[in-house]
């Protein structure tokens, strides 16, 4: 059974930039044809796909977001990260990892998510 943990900051100032963790345990994040995405929940808002990385490396980006975020992994630690930049207000919200099995937005496993607040 997989499960995902997500691992954040809590709070960040404006114009910095921000890292999040998930660390993965039930499989191998290089197992194929897993997809593990970055989803975030904005309050007031419905849920955004952020990006996502294959179980081959190969990254994916929301168009909306492609120029602040970066996703990456270390596979020795069966993690993957995502780092966000130049961070507004408008980005508190809580943020969850999920995984799918195949290329899809219905994601089969989720992290309990963890918030982040964007304040000075």
């Known amino acids: 059974q997989v499960q995902l943990q997500e691992s954040g900051p809590g709070l960040v100032k404006p114009s910095q930039t921000f890292a999040l963790i998930c660390t993965v345990s039930?499989?191998?994040?290089?197992?194929?044809?897993?997809?593990w995405s970055w989803i975030r929940q904005i309050p007031g808002q419905g849920l955004e796909w952020m990006g996502a990385?294959?179980?081959?490396?190969?990254?994916y980006y929301s168009p909306s977001l492609k120029s602040r975020a970066s996703i990456s992994r270390d596979t020795s630690k069966n993690q993957f990260a995502l780092h966000l930049s130049s961070v507004t207000p408008e980005d508190t919200a809580v943020y969850y990892c999920?995984?799918?099995?195949?290329?899809?937005?219905?994601?089969?496993?989720w992290g309990l998510g963890t918030q982040v607040t964007v304040s000075s």
């Open positions: 999920a995984v799918s099995e195949y290329w899809s937005y219905a994601f089969d496993t």
């Open positions: 039930g499989s191998s994040i290089s197992a194929s044809t897993y997809y």
């Open positions: 990385i294959a179980y081959s490396g190969s990254i």
